[in-house]
Structure formats: C-alpha cells, structure tokens
C-alpha cells in the first residue's frame, strides 16, 4: 500500500486498512487536498459536488450519487463526530457495494455509538457530544412530554422529524441550562412516557 497520501486519499479506488477496493469507481471523482483533512472529507465538497443527481444520469452515475448521500447520512447524521462538517473516509468500502447495505444492523451500531460518545462526554474534560444527537432530542420528546417545545403537534415519518425546525437560540445559554437541570430534578415518575409505541399515529404506520 504504501504511504503516498495521493493513494491514500483516492476516491476511486481508496487504500483502506480493512481492503483495497479496486472494482469500480466509487465516487467517480477525487476531491482537492484542499478539501481533504487526514481520514476525511468536508461536507461542503460532498453538497457542491452531490448536492443534485442530474435528470438523465446513467445508472453508474445514479449509483455514485447514492453512495455519496449514503456517506453524508452516516458521517454527519447516524455516527456523526466533533467537527460536524467532515466525513471518514472509513464508510467507503460500506457503500461500495450497495446491496449489501441492508445485510449491516446500522441501527444497533448508531446505538452503540451514541452510549460511547455519552460516555465520553461524562468525563469532566470533554466539553462537546457526538453521536447521532437528533435521534436523542426526539427519544427525550417523546418519553418526557414535560420537555417539549410547544408548537409540534403534527405527526409525520420519520417520527423524528416531528421536531425538525427545532432550533432553540444560543443566548442565555447558562441560565437555561441550569434551568432544565432543574426540571429533570423535579420530575416524577408519571411525567415519563413508557407507551410512544400505543400513539395512534404511530399504530397505523404497522
């Protein structure tokens, strides 16, 4: 394999430490080093370059632009890191063969991921989360209704979406933090919701 970086950081054929994969081109084009950070990618390059697949895109290309929505999907939403503009490089040899995407538990893995950046962030040095946070906020939704924001009532699939222009402002940052500590203090057992799954809503998307 060697360490020449201009290997190491092909697209279309990337050196990985778990396989080579040579079968076919990936992504059908190689970033600039300018938008490659060690292991990773910026996002931006993947919304300038995959932002739309064109209208009479062939299937080889309908399937890079696949594999790059794939890559943003899993470095920024379900094993999202720190920075939350790069994507590893590692998802490469995962989307490479797309057929095999459905064979992998993505869900038990995003799971795993998230208990071990809550882990992490127990340690008193560590000052920011990962993991896939939107899945959390709206898991802390829908069993603790005490601490939903007012104005989502409408249901829609994915149920975490239900809360997607949820943005609360950065001001008064502390205060607010020290004020939710205290709710969570005060909460009684009747305030936590165990039966999401009895929702009406929900019962008649099985």
């Not at 970086?5 to 080093?33: F, K, S, T």
């Not at 292991?39 to 009479?56: I, K, L």
Request: glycine share 6%; net charge positive; hydrophobic share 40%.
């Amino acid at each position: 394999m060697g360490d020449d970086p201009a290997r190491l950081y092909r697209l279309d054929g990337v050196a990985h430490i778990a396989e080579v994969i040579n079968e076919e081109e990936l992504l059908g084009v190689i970033p600039p080093p300018s938008q490659v950070q060690k292991y990773a990618v910026n996002c931006s390059w993947f919304q300038e370059t995959f932002g739309e697949c064109p209208e009479d895109a062939d299937d080889d290309t309908v399937r890079r632009y696949a594999r790059a929505y794939i890559m943003i999907l899993l470095g920024t939403q379900l094993f999202a890191d720190k920075s939350g503009n790069r994507i590893h490089i590692r998802w490469l040899p995962y989307v490479a063969r797309l057929e095999e995407l459905g064979t992998y538990s993505w869900g038990s893995a995003a799971l795993a991921w998230l208990y071990r950046c809550m882990c992490r962030v127990a340690n008193r040095h560590v000052v920011k989360l990962a993991g896939p946070l939107q899945l959390l906020q709206s898991w802390i939704f829908w069993r603790f209704p005490r601490f939903r924001p007012a104005g989502y009532e409408e249901l829609s699939w994915p149920l975490a979406s239900r809360w997607s222009g949820y943005n609360p402002s950065g001001s008064e940052k502390g205060p607010r933090v020290q004020m939710w500590r205290l709710r969570i203090d005060r909460l009684q057992d009747r305030e936590v919701s165990m039966l999401v799954n009895k929702c009406p809503f929900i019962i008649k998307l099985f």
